[in-house]
């Protein structure tokens, strides 16, 4: 198993939209509509912020959108704020009832 | 308040055993898997397995199959994940974590809401 492939960086201005793929294969990403999408600060745990590829936890900013195609999902944020600075990392169930994590993308918001 | 809080910060040396714990209060405590993630310094998240605490039945990822070992004790409700000769590359934060919940529908999913706090593991000689 190898992790699902995040860009390394995404940037943008305040206000702006940015997205984060995510691509894995046909025995993870492709296989399952079970993408989650994490949220983490330095020094923090991660935080939910998409499941099941597209679905919000409860109270969460619908600024957030995830989405999938194929074995690629993406993770949509609206309206950049400077509080969405941070890591955000993709995890999809995969075969024999494991996860796998993506290596992670920082967001700057310039 | 659900939660999960994890035992403190340990430095071992290579070839000792450990043991670090993950205890849940606020819910079901065999109702829900727990998972362990770890996060090397400076560097991503990787899921390393998950138990099921109420049959104890384990889901290890091949990268961590017969380094580590997951376990629980329901009666106090605390999961546990443990290392029987740790090396210098097992330093990393190591965090528990439990399936979201959501409670309008009333069914949980194969997604990680509530975390720990996260146990630092230092190996060094």
């Known amino acids: 198993q190898s992790a699902l492939t995040q860009p390394a960086s995404v940037s943008g201005s305040p206000g702006q939209s940015i997205t984060i793929s995510c691509t894995g294969t046909?025995?993870?990403?492709?296989?399952?509509?079970?993408v989650s999408w994490y949220q983490q600060h330095p020094g923090k745990a991660p935080k939910l912020i998409i499941y099941?590829?597209?679905k919000r936890p409860s109270g969460l900013s619908n600024r957030f959108s995830g989405s999938k195609s194929g074995n690629t999902a993406s993770l949509t944020i609206s309206g950049l704020q400077a509080e969405d600075e941070a890591d955000y990392y993709c995890?999809?169930?995969?075969?024999?009832?494991?996860?796998?994590f993506g290596g992670g993308t920082k967001v700057t918001v310039l | 308040e659900v939660q999960l809080v994890q035992s403190g910060a340990e430095v071992k040396k290579p070839g000792e055993s450990l043991r670090i714990s993950c205890k849940g209060s606020g819910y079901s405590f065999t109702t829900y898997w727990i998972s362990w993630v770890r996060q090397m310094p400076g560097k991503g998240l990787e899921w390393m397995g998950r138990?099921?605490?109420?049959?104890?039945?384990?889901n290890y990822s091949p990268s961590f199959q017969g380094h580590v070992t997951l376990s629980t004790d329901k009666s106090i409700n605390s999961a546990y994940l443990q290392w029987a000769s740790l090396r210098a590359s097992d330093t990393a934060m190591y965090y528990c974590?439990?399936?979201?919940?959501?409670?309008?529908?009333?069914?949980?999913?194969?997604?990680?809401?509530?975390w720990g706090q996260g146990t630092m593991v230092t190996v060094s000689s």
């Open positions: 995890c999809s169930y995969a075969l024999s009832s494991t996860f796998l």
């Open positions: 099941e590829g597209n």
């Open positions: 138990i099921n605490p109420s049959d104890s039945y384990t």
């Open positions: 046909s025995s993870d990403v492709g296989s399952y509509n079970l």
């Open positions: 974590a439990r399936p979201y919940y959501d409670t309008l529908t009333g069914y949980s999913y194969d997604a990680f809401d509530i």
